[in-house]
Every structure is written in structure tokens, then in C-alpha cells.
């Protein structure tokens, strides 16, 4: 059996605490406060196979834009909206499935997607 790939994003925010809160609390995700030898920050555990790693320091191949897939986009953007979270624009249709994208403390950008075969 092949294990599933886990995809890392490594994001810079400006306050590790209040980005910490965004996602504890708007969210609803769990994070994790790292200290290795390469790494000081925080994990936080999206689904089993995307985590993102973020952290005040500088890190190579750091992103502002984060795609996460979801089984259900509208369900997580009216749970995140009931919490605050701000959505750059309304759920909507793609070639490859239904999105919506919205912004963390720091303005990075995150892309929900449920894919979808028409």
C-alpha cells in the first residue's frame, strides 16, 4: 500500500501568535508549536495530508498562497465566515471544481477547492 504523499506549506506571518489564534480559533484547526534545529514556528494540521507549517522567520520556498482541498467548500466557508474569516470572494464554480479563497492576518492567500468532475 503507498502511503500518502503529505504536502508541506511554509507560510511567514508577522506575529506567530495571532496567527496562531487565526487558525486555533477561526478555524477550528489544530496547531502544534515547533522548535527544531531547522524549523521555529508552528504546524498546523489541515487535513492528514496538507500541513503548514508557519513561523515569523524567513524560510526558502515560503508561499502566500496556500491551496487546500475540502470535501465540502461550502460548508467550510460558512463555518469560517460565522468566524470571522475573510473571504476575498464567493464560492464559485471552476473548470475543475467549486472555490472560494480567503485571507489570513498576514493577507496570505488560501484556496479552497472541492473538486468536482462535470
Keep these: ?10 507560510v511567514r506571518v508577522s506575529n506567530l501568535i495571532n496567527a496562531t489564534a487565526f487558525f486555533r480559533e477561526r478555524l477550528n484547526l489544530p ?3 515547533k522548535s527544531l534545529r531547522h524549523f521555529e514556528g508552528a504546524i498546523v494540521f489541515y487535513s492528514p495530508t496538507i500541513q503548514i ?3 515569523e522567520r524567513i524560510y526558502p ?4 498562497e496556500i491551496h487546500l ?5 461550502l460548508e467550510h466557508y460558512y463555518r469560517f465566515k460565522a468566524n470571522n474569516v475573510v473571504f476575498k470572494n464567493e464560492p464559485h464554480y471552476l473548470p475543475h471544481g467549486l472555490s472560494v479563497e ?4 498576514d493577507g496570505n492567500n488560501y484556496y479552497l477547492l472541492e473538486s468536482r468532475s462535470y
Excluded at 61 to 64: E, G, L, R, S, Y
Excluded at 102 to 105: G, I
Design 61 to 64: 520556498k515560503q508561499t502566500t
Design 69 to 73: 482541498d475540502t470535501e465540502d467548500c
Design 102 to 105: 480567503f485571507t489570513d492576518v
Design 53 to 55: 507549517f508557519i513561523s
Design 1 to 10: 500500500m503507498k502511503k500518502p504523499t503529505i504536502k508541506h506549506y511554509h
Design 31 to 33: 496547531v502544534k508549536l
